[in-house]
Structure formats: C-alpha cells, structure tokens
C-alpha cells in the first residue's frame, strides 16, 4: 500500500508541475503556444507519461504538428519546452531519487553533479524554486538517517523497495516522453 502511495504522489507529481510549467516566465517557449495548444500537450504528456504504450504514431504525430503550427523550433527550443514542462517532475526526479538511494545505502546526504547541474538549469527556467531545492536536500538527509518523511499527514520510512518502485516508473517514463519529444518517430 505504501508503494503504492508512493507511485501515486510520483504521478501527481508529473501533473502538478506540468501545470507549473504552463505559468512560467515569458522566456518559456510554452509562450508560442495558445492556451488550447498548451492545454493538449499538458494532456499528452500526462498520457505519455502514465500508460505503457504510449507514444503512439497517432499521439506522437499530434504532439508534433501542435508545436509546428507556431513555426520552426531549434534543438534548444525543444529542449528548453522539454526541460521546462517535465524537467522537475520526470528528469529532476529521477537525479532526486538515485541520490536518495544513494544515500540510503551509505547512511549520508549525498548529490550527484547530475542533480546539481540540473537543479541550476531549472532555476534558470524558474520551474524550480530554491524553496523545493532546500525540502528535497532535507528529505534526502530524513532517508539516509533512516528517518520518516511525512506526506499528507502520515510517515513514511522510504526504503530501497519503494525506491527501486519509484526509479524504474520515473525510467520508463522518462523514456515514453523522449520518444514523444524525437522528431521522427520510432516503434
């Protein structure tokens, strides 16, 4: 039940900081978007991130002709609409949770140069506030020492199960919004 609650929040997690991303500053290239166009990538990448067989050709296909109406969009654009519509929830995750684990396993707050680059990468697009960056650094302490983290009113004591469970979600779909920001699609 606690993996399970814990795959949930990972989830909700996607969403909440989707929808996040959808407010950012006006350096966001979200900003070519309109708002119906921004609603159905929101809706796509909620998809993509949650089910298994997904992108599909048709999916993938409509992702691309939304942001192709609005013109040409460099590597960096994408990149940039990539990192600022699932960088926290999916790619920052996935660094939080192997320093977690990390630091699980040698019994002391650890991070990796990977998060830490990324963590400035995401201050910069502001989708990340230093607010997160100081709780997550303080979670990840609560683990290596064994203690509990509280969500939602209850405690939870994270173990290397339930973050093996939440690495191997944030993997897959990780790999699932890769393959939906790819040009050219691929089986």
Known sequence: MV?????????????MYTNLALAAPPTNPLDRLG???RERITQILNQVSKKSNMPN?????EFWAILGKRGNWSDKEIETLKDSLVGVSLIYMKYYWEDALSALEKRAPEKSSKRARYEERLLELRVLSPEIIKQNEENIAK???????TTEGREYIITRQGIDLVLTSLTSASERVEK???REYKE
């Open 3 to 15: 993996l399970m609650r814990l795959a949930l929040a990972v989830v909700l997690s996607i969403f």
């Open 35 to 37: 708002p119906g166009e």
């Open 57 to 61: 050709r048709e999916v993938h296909s």
């Open 143 to 149: 683990i290596a020492y064994g203690q509990p983290l």
């Open 180 to 182: 939906l920001f790819s």
